[in-house]
């Protein structure tokens, strides 16, 4: 009767439908993997609104709540190219930044939700609100310096690559 009861029970645990966890959903930075390119403005202290162009490129690891980013625009009288590392964890986003081209470097915090990233990179005299969206193959971007500086706003549409 024992060697029975071991039968049927090894035959009941085939015959159980398998339980298999559920994939864990892909972490905040997943739809920015890749190559992006476009055009945008930046708006200068003196009234000026000049076209920019820009190129990013996104590194995303650690099942998309690690990233790394390379962004450069240009306009005419204008440049910056900025690099940088954040994380997201419970839906904030902490990290680091740095600008070559004016030798600056600083932190970043902000929330993540969905598809919306609002952030705000700080780092000696100089602070920027930062807002990103995705949409499948589009993304805004927009910075707004704080305090005296000669940009008062970017705002820049990029395309995935």
Excluded at 15 to 23: F, I, K, R, S
Excluded at 123 to 143: D, W, Y
Aim: overall charge positive; proline content about 4%.
């Amino acid at each position: 009767m024992i060697r029975m009861t071991g039968t049927a029970l090894a035959a009941a645990l085939f015959l159980l439908p398998a339980t298999h966890p559920a994939p864990a959903a892909p972490g905040p930075f997943a739809a920015l993997d890749g190559t992006w390119s476009g055009a945008g403005s930046v708006n200068m202290t003196n009234g000026v609104r000049e076209p920019l162009r820009c190129r990013a490129r996104y590194d995303v690891a650690g099942g998309g709540d690690s990233l790394r980013l390379e962004l450069q625009c240009a306009s005419a009288s204008y440049k910056f190219v900025l690099s940088g590392e954040a994380q997201a964890r419970g839906g904030a986003i902490s990290g680091a930044w740095s600008e070559s081209s004016r030798n600056a470097s600083g932190t970043l915090e902000g929330r993540v939700a969905g598809d919306r990233i609002q952030a705000t990179a700080r780092g000696g005299n100089f602070a920027a609100n930062l807002a990103l969206s995705t949409r499948g193959k589009r993304q805004s971007v927009t910075i707004e310096p704080q305090g005296t500086t000669e940009v008062t706003n970017v705002s820049v549409t990029l395309n995935r690559q």
